[in-house]
T-cell receptor, first 113, second 112 residues
Framework: DAGITQSPRHKVTETGTPVTLRCHQTENHRYMYWYRQDPGHGLRLIHYSYGVKDTDKGEVSDGYSVSRSKTEDFLLTLESATSSQTSVYFC????????????FGDGTRLSIL | GQNIDQPTEMTATEGAIVQINCTYQTSGFNGLFWYQQHAGEAPTFLSYNVLDGLEEKGRFSSFLSRSKGYSYLLLKELQMKDSASYLCAVRLVSGGYNKLIFGAGTRLAVHP
């Protein structure tokens, strides 16, 4: 199994609070991704990174920011959480940006009340 | 826009064969992935097709027709543990990175 750790695994917080989710990898892969998964929508890309300090937006990036200061860590921040951001968040990694599959972490279940 | 369609749910009997279809309409195409996801767990990679034809991997096979915008995942000798969601994902190349667009997934229930 790919060495990907997401933390926390579960979180409940209130609307308007900041939230940071962490993805840590031990594979030294260049590419890292944050997705959210909601019923009926499948996995949707929030942000991705193609190297240290190199990040770009995905299809549902509004309300989210990311940072990658080290190869192994990719942080996802909700500056002011809203109830629409209640979801399961998955981090993924891939060695190259080509035909290699992405490997996923175990997910973070985030509830915003 | 990008559109990927899969049936929402399917049921099948243990020991049988089931085919899960995926049709796509995307701007650009550079391959198609299938993932398996058990409830409450991470998606795990099953197969990748970039050329037309059938790729076989044990009990699982995946087929692609680029001209038709169509793929299917074939599961043979079904087992109870195959009860899971199956996700179809199209690879688009943008700026040299591996961008995936996922379908909503097909939830397969295998009955004894």
């Amino acid at each position: 199994d790919a060495g990907i750790t997401q933390s926390p695994r579960h979180k409940v917080t209130e609307t308007g609070t900041p939230v940071t989710l962490r993805c840590h990898q031990t594979e030294n892969h260049r590419y890292m991704y944050w997705y959210r998964q909601d019923p009926g929508h499948g996995l949707r890309l929030i942000h991705y990174s193609y190297g240290v300090k190199d990040t770009d937006k995905g299809e549902v990036s509004d309300g989210y920011s990311v940072s990658r200061s080290k190869t192994e860590d990719f942080l996802l921040t909700l500056e002011s959480a809203t109830s629409s951001q209640t979801s399961v968040y998955f981090c993924a990694i891939s060695e190259r940006g080509g035909d290699q599959p992405q490997h996923f972490g175990d997910g973070t279940r985030l509830s915003i009340l | 826009g990008q559109n990927i369609d899969q049936p929402t749910e399917m049921t099948a009997t243990e020991g049988a064969i089931v085919q899960i279809n995926c049709t796509y309409q995307t701007s650009g195409f550079n391959g198609l992935f299938w993932y398996q996801q058990h409830a409450g767990e991470a998606p795990t990679f099953l197969s990748y097709n970039v050329l037309d034809g059938l790729e076989e991997k044990g009990r699982f096979s995946s087929f692609l027709s680029r001209s038709k915008g169509y793929s299917y995942l074939l599961l043979k000798e079904l087992q109870m543990k195959d009860s899971a969601s199956y996700l179809c994902a199209v690879r688009l190349v943008s700026g040299g990175y591996n961008k995936l667009i996922f379908g909503a997934g097909t939830r397969l229930a295998v009955h004894p």
